[in-house]
């Protein structure tokens, strides 16, 4: 593995470990009774995560800016591996962050400041259960981006292996020839 997969491997394990940690609320959110108390939990847990440090929001966004720099590099020699793995996984990536941006952040804003007069509370109930799909999907996507890398690597092994099996049998048959002579 190369200093370029492993910086996208870290990346993606990152924020799939920051979803993760969210999917402990979305769970209770998408597929238990919403009761006031899943709703309240939701509420809070977001407002907390919503307030965070602006250091820790930074910290965030420039891993998703380091994930499709990386993948970019990646797919930068243009092989066949390349443009099947390190395009399925740009795409994958891709879409996460579209989906993080057109979703996550203004469903996070509406559960967390909701507009007056505008945002009812079945406003941000809705918003909220929009933001727990929105971060499971995203942890799907940023599964595929992990199992693309993994059939990649388990690729270049198995063809560097056959290629070393090939280049024995030629080795074996050049032997084969000079014993004749």
């Known amino acids: 593995m190369g200093f370029r997969q492993g910086v996208l491997l870290a990346t993606t394990c990152f924020l799939f470990g920051v979803l993760l940690a ?8 998408l597929f238990e009774p919403l009761t006031d108390e899943v709703v309240q939990d939701g509420f809070q847990y977001y407002r907390t995560f919503y307030n965070a440090p602006l250091g820790i929001k930074a910290l965030l966004h420039g891993l998703i800016a380091v994930g ?18 390190d395009g399925g996984s ?46 499971t999907l995203i942890i799907v996507l940023l599964g595929g981006v992990l199992a693309l890398q993994g059939g990649q ?6 063809e560097t292996r056959e290629l070393a099996k090939i280049a024995a049998e ?3 048959k050049i ?3 000079k014993k004749d002579q």
Request: glycine share 4%; aromatic share 10%; charged share 25%.
């Open 22 to 29: 969210c999917f402990a609320i979305d769970y209770r959110v």
């Open 68 to 85: 499709v720099i990386a993948i970019i590099t990646k797919i930068h020699r243009w092989d066949e591996s390349a443009v099947f793995f």
């Open 90 to 135: 740009l795409a994958a990536f891709v879409f996460a962050t579209a989906m993080y941006i057109t979703v996550t952040i203004p469903a996070i804003r509406t559960v967390v400041t909701p507009v007056e007069g505008v945002d009812t509370r079945e406003d941000q109930i809705e918003a909220l259960r929009v933001l727990s799909a929105g971060n």
């Open 153 to 158: 690597e388990w690729a270049r092994r198995l």
């Open 170 to 172: 030629e080795a074996k």
């Open 175 to 177: 032997e084969g020839v």
